[in-house]
T-cell receptor, first 111, second 114 residues
């Protein structure tokens, strides 16, 4: 399989805490994307980090990429109950014709 | 903000019947995709479509599946003879420059095969 796995599979935290999710992949990449999925809804794109970038920020989101370890992490700071969702990383296949998703991390934020 | 719309939101069908899932991608997008998500599992790629032809299909996308862009706005997924294991959420997505940019997803069609 091209795509690795996110870990942890599930994460439960209190509002205000930070949440960190990790993603590993197996092949060389052009970019890596993170998506969020609220229960019963479609995926929403959060952030894209290119292979020549090491870190990227968007609001309370911080994504890092380590191409030498073939891994990425998504940090959500000062989490809110509304951040409760599943989070997926995705990379393109070698031909650039498909996006392959990991198994995701389910985040629960309680108030 | 433009969005991808999918209909119906829920489809219940008897095993062996044909189903057509419909999607209206974002109007200026050129790349279209179908994904499947079995309850509680990962999002699985089915097929990508560009310039009126399939760019890539996964091993899930067998001869029972087909896609079509019948006009300038709709993008459909047809399952010719449904099986119980086809029960899943089916998501349509579109993008303007393929997988190198964010994909925009619809809210999916829940397909239940009885």
């Amino acid at each position: 399989s091209q795509q690795g796995e996110e870990d942890p599979q599930a994460l439960s935290i209190q509002e205000g805490e930070n949440a960190t999710m990790n993603c590993s992949y197996k092949t060389s990449i052009n970019n890596l994307q993170w998506y969020r999925q609220n229960s019963g809804r479609g995926l929403v794109h959060l952030i894209l980090i290119r292979s020549n970038e090491r870190e990227k920020h968007s609001g309370r989101l911080r994504v890092t990429l380590d191409t030498s370890k073939k891994s990425s992490s998504l940090l959500i700071t000062a989490s809110r109950a509304a951040d409760t969702a599943s989070y997926f990383c995705a990379t393109a296949n070698q031909a650039g014709t498909a996006l392959i998703f990991g198994k995701g991390t389910t985040l629960s934020v309680s108030s | 903000e433009p969005e991808v719309t999918q209909t119906p939101s829920h489809q219940v069908t008897q095993m062996g019947q044909e189903v057509i899932l419909r999607c209206v991608p974002i109007s200026n997008h050129l790349y279209f995709y179908w994904y499947r998500q079995i309850l509680g599992q990962k999002v699985e790629f089915l097929v990508s479509f560009y310039n009126n032809e399939i760019s890539e299909k996964s091993e899930i996308f067998d001869d029972q599946f087909s896609v079509e862009r019948p006009d300038g706005s709709n993008f459909t997924l047809k399952i010719r003879s449904t099986k119980l294991e086809d029960s899943a959420m089916y998501f349509c997505a579109s993008s303007d420059t393929g997988v190198w940019q964010p994909q925009h997803f619809g809210d999916g069609t829940r397909l239940s095969i009885l």
